[in-house]
């Protein structure tokens, strides 16, 4: 599959911070998906939870419907931030071999973080989705939305979980990337918008925004619930 083109600003090449917070990072995007993608058939998809106040703002701007894509990373043992792969909300599983090496994880270490990123999607899936089935997503474009790209494995593993129901068309997009993280999502979607792209040495997502706190579940779930339709309303 040939890598889908990828849409960025480049007035905001290599800068930071560029966004208030997470909601000004959404009308960003926003504006960059309007004439695509406003009042059409597509469905914008939040991975919680630092996704979900960015696509808010994209679904109520554009007037689409908002639901939520789980996905959780499998943790380094020594860190609350970086991963070596990801769990989604179906199962769907992806490993980055090359950091088990290079980190030396051990089979117990691998097991461990995988069994606890399986939890904390079970326990998000029951949080923000209850009991409602996924949306049907078979021939209308899927806009998946996360606050940034540092490494790419959750948004990997969610593209994948999102094939597997049958997304003909997966579009990302997130306020801030890695330069070579976004190429290596282009690679996987169809297409990737990114309004902030960074390269050199050091990358932090969070480097992006003026204000920048974690979201909690409960805040996750209070945006989904203001001002944008959910996906099975159409």
Known sequence: MPAGPIHDLS???????????????????????DEAFRASDAIVLAIPAGGVPVAAEIARRLALPLDVAVVSKCLLPWTTESG??????????????SDLHRFGLS??????????????????????????????????????VDDGIAAGSTLRTAIAALRKLGAGRVIVAVPTGRDRSV????????????????????????????????????????????GAPSAHSR
């Open 11 to 33: 007035e905001l090449r290599d800068r930071a911070p560029v966004f208030h917070d997470r909601a000004h990072a959404g009308e960003v995007l926003a504006r960059m998906l």
């Open 183 to 226: 190429e290596l999502i282009a690679a996987v979607a169809d297409e990737v918008y990114c309004a902030n792209v960074r390269g050199g040495g050091r990358f932090a997502v969070a480097e992006a925004y003026a204000a920048w706190t974690d979201v909690s579940e409960e805040e996750a779930l209070a945006a989904l619930h203001r």
């Open 107 to 144: 089979k117990e270490d691998v097991e461990r973080s995988t069994a606890a990123a399986r939890e904390k999607v079970a326990r998000r899936v029951e949080r923000l989705r209850g009991d409602q089935p996924m949306p049907g997503l078979a021939q209308r474009p899927v806009i998946v």
């Open 84 to 97: 070596f792969g990801a769990v989604a909300f179906d199962g769907t599983e992806w490993i980055n071999e």
